[in-house]
């Protein structure tokens, strides 16, 4: 059983559409994070959700809006993409305690490459 | 800015050779540290972590770290790599009470046969 999982694991698009990813754990963790890895493998948050509330937002365009029916899942869509677009995006989850990460480790997905034409 | 800093971005080694990656953070005050790795084609996961006690921490695979509070450092080290340790090798850093993981940007290991 796949812990946390990502569809779909690849993307391609052209510029302009809009497009989404969808994230599920079957953890019973209360927090899921999306990240973004850029062409140097840099991984930097953009988003949690702790039990369906936003808790994180960093500073990311807001063509970007993050979702979460319930704490199970996280998806994450995309509109007007652009070139810089382009990035394996990876989903994580988490117990929180409070402010605190549980044992302050995260769970990754396998991540979902965008390509943007 | 606070950050955490991984100096070396490509490292090859050969079958048996001692490892060590460095690591480096900013942030003052407590910290809880850790180690990810990424094989190629597959998600990250935790190779070990620190939150308090004995500085050397061991974890999975043979791997350890020691952090060291004056250098601001938590390197990783492995007394004998094998092929298969050939992987992306981040380190994270949770600083205080702060709610997110700050990953470094990642060093790659190359373990040639």
């Known amino acids: 059983d796949t812990a946390v999982s990502q569809t779909p694991k690849y993307l391609v698009t052209q510029m302009g559409n809009d497009k989404s990813i969808k994230c599920e754990q079957n953890l019973g963790h209360d927090t899921m994070y999306w990240y973004k890895q850029d062409s140097k493998k840099f991984l930097k948050i953009m988003f949690s959700y702790n039990n369906k509330e936003l808790i994180i937002n960093e500073t990311v365009p807001n063509r970007f809006s993050p979702k979460s029916p319930d704490k199970a899942h996280l998806n994450l869509h995309i509109n007007s993409l652009e070139l810089g677009d382009s990035a394996v995006y990876f989903c994580?989850?988490?117990?929180?305690?409070?402010?605190?990460?549980?044992?302050?480790?995260?769970?990754f997905g396998e991540g979902s490459r965008l390509t943007v034409l | 800015a606070q950050s955490v800093s991984q100096h070396n971005h490509h490292v090859i080694l050969s079958e048996a050779a001692s490892l060590e990656l460095g690591c480096n953070y900013s942030?003052?005050?407590?910290?809880?540290l850790f180690w990810y790795v990424q094989y190629p084609g597959q998600h990250l996961q935790l190779l070990l972590k620190y939150f308090s006690g004995d500085p050397l921490v061991k974890g999975i695979k043979g791997f350890e770290a020691e952090f060291i509070k004056s250098k601001f450092s938590f390197n990783l080290r492995k007394p004998s790599v094998q092929w298969s340790d050939t992987a992306e090798y981040f380190c994270a850093v949770i600083p205080g009470s702060a709610r997110q993981l700050t990953f470094g940007s990642g060093t790659q290991l190359t373990v040639l046969p």
């Open positions: 994580a989850s988490s117990l929180r305690a409070g402010t605190i990460i549980v044992a302050g480790e995260l769970f």
């Open positions: 942030y003052g005050g407590t910290v809880n």
